[in-house]
């Protein structure tokens, strides 16, 4: 098992450090100081997190001199945009613009990280939205476009992750109306068991085809807890199943919020998928 040595995580268990290397965790830019001798270390692949306040305020040197000691190691990349107040179908052209702005500001950085992907939210929260949906879709869809031209421009995929959404129509209308091989669809089944009124496998049966990433982590439905695989009442057995039948192979990402629920995340995550057939 995984265990902590100041910050540095060590095994002998050869499952988790096979999951170890097959996965990516994730990893806000914010905390990256407190944790990148450990991923450099282990060579774990990440997904960095970045918000307005470093896509902002970090120079490109610093950008590049973390994105060279990451390829170094050989630790794969994906990046998160930022996702706190944006908006892509806001009434207000402002907002939609800021929106598209940020995600603008994502893809400057892709030159320098070559990641695998990038994934971003739709803003869609149906407590406010929800009578206005169609509107909403529109009005969104004039944002992605540019931002998918810089997707196909750089070979590089822009992935949409449910948050609040009840269900996956919104995503798979964006999705179809662009219609682009580098426009695909990032699941998360935290935030499908907390917030989504429809099933973890429909979502999958209805967005299979565009399926690039999974974010996994565990909660018990009633809020978003980010707790690890297999401490809260997630079906990760029943999904893995479903991708495997359907011969999807996402990318997946821890997304653990403690530093001890990574080695917890990477023991349940063994236990419920068959990491050496993937």
Sequence with gaps: MLRNAGHSLVT???????????????????????????????RINVELGLEAEQLDG?????????????????????????F????PGSSDSLIRQTSQFRFHQLFDLVEIFQP?????????????HGSDCAFYLERSLAVWEPVV??????????????????????????????????????????HQHSFSKTPLLKWVEA????????????????????????QGTIDFKSLFMLLRAK??????????????????SLAGLVRVMDIDGR
């Design 84 to 87: 706190w107040d944006l908006c």
């Design 207 to 230: 967005l299979g085809e565009f399926l690039a990433e999974i974010h996994v982590h565990d909660n018990c439905g009633a809020c978003d807890e980010h707790l690890p695989v297999g």
């Design 12 to 42: 002998t268990d050869e499952a988790i450090s096979e999951a170890l290397r097959q996965v990516h965790v994730n990893m806000p830019w914010k905390f990256l100081p407190d944790y990148l001798e450990m991923i450099l270390e282990l």
């Design 149 to 190: 031209g810089r997707a196909e421009a750089s070979r590089v995929p822009l992935l949409i992750e449910n948050v609040w959404e009840y269900g996956p129509e919104l995503h798979g209308e964006l999705l179809a109306a662009l219609n682009s091989p580098y426009f695909r669809f990032c699941l998360d089944v935290g």
């Design 247 to 264: 011969a999807i192979n996402p990318l997946i990402t821890l997304e653990p919020h403690r530093e001890e629920h990574l080695a917890e």
């Design 58 to 82: 970090v120079s490109r040197a610093e950008f590049r001199s973390v994105a060279e000691q990451l390829h170094q190691k050989g630790c794969r990349i994906t990046l998160h945009g930022p």
């Design 116 to 128: 695998t992907q990038v994934v971003c939210h739709t803003g869609f929260d149906p407590r406010h």
